[in-house]
T-cell receptor, first 114, second 109 residues
Framework: IAGITQAPTSQILAAGRRMTLRCTQD?????MYWYRQDLGLGLRLIHYSNTAGTTGKGEVPDGYSVSRANTDDFPLTLASAVPSQTSVYFC?????????????FGPGTRLTVL | GQNIDQPTEMTATEGAIVQINCTYQTSGFNGLFWYQQHAGEAPTFLSY??LDGLEEKGRFSSFLSRSKGYSYLLLKELQMKDSASYLC??????????WGAGTKLIIKP
């Protein structure tokens, strides 16, 4: 069982370029999340989805968009990358959408925007 | 505003016991999580507390006092592999997860 996979593992991107981070889970979880993790800060929620076909904004959504066409996939797109988006990005999923359910994390994507 | 406080870094000796504290001020409370994160890896679930008291799970225990807005993670018989960051996260009144910045635990032989 793979759990959650993310691609790419790492990426260096020129400012202004478009980039999509991929996330796939095989646990049939309803809820999925995108976080960014920066040194000295807690995980910050970018976007979430409670079920296929629905998405919502988290704490830091500006400059990012998501889609949830099916249960398994939850890609995160940076339309025009800026250096402040340099971070480690984690995708996560949980079976329930209540917020009290355990979240399972992917291995992360380390993104550098120059 | 919502706030979760944890020490930035702690050092302990292999075989010893360490307590990592977490205090929180959030809009409502619907539970508290502890996650472990090794350097360069994803966070993994350790514990979830919603009622006051101590929950023990092997070498790890987690305590919650809702009236004090306080939790701690207790690690016994420390091993080198316990070197990691420990993340505290609170579920607020909107059932959103609010994360602390994490405590980096360094284990020395």
């Amino acid at each position: 069982i793979a759990g959650i996979t993310q691609a790419p593992t790492s990426q260096i991107l020129a400012a202004g370029r478009r980039m999509t981070l991929r996330c796939t889970q095989d646990m049939r979880h309803n809820a999925m999340y995108w976080y960014r993790q920066d040194l000295g800060l807690g995980l910050r929620l970018i976007h979430y989805s409670n079920t296929a076909g629905t998405t919502g904004k988290g704490e830091v959504p500006d400059g990012y968009s998501v889609s949830r066409a099916n249960t398994d996939d939850f890609p995160l797109t940076l339309a025009s990358a800026v250096p402040s988006q340099t971070s480690v990005y984690f995708c996560a999923s949980s079976a329930a959408t209540s917020g009290t359910d355990t979240q399972y994390f992917g291995p992360g994507t380390r993104l550098t925007v120059l | 505003g919502q706030n979760i406080d944890q020490p930035t870094e702690m050092t302990a000796t292999e075989g010893a016991i360490v307590q990592i504290n977490c205090t929180y001020q959030t809009s409502g409370f619907n539970g508290l999580f502890w996650y472990q994160q090794h350097a360069g890896e994803a966070p993994t679930f350790l514990s979830y507390n919603v009622l006051d008291g101590l929950e023990e799970k092997g070498r790890f225990s987690s305590f919650l006092s809702r009236s004090k807005g306080y939790s701690y993670l207790l690690l016994k018989e420390l091993q080198m592999k316990d070197s990691a960051s420990y993340l505290c996260a609170v579920v607020d009144s909107n059932y959103q997860l609010i994360w602390g910045a994490g405590t980096k635990l360094i284990i020395k032989p």
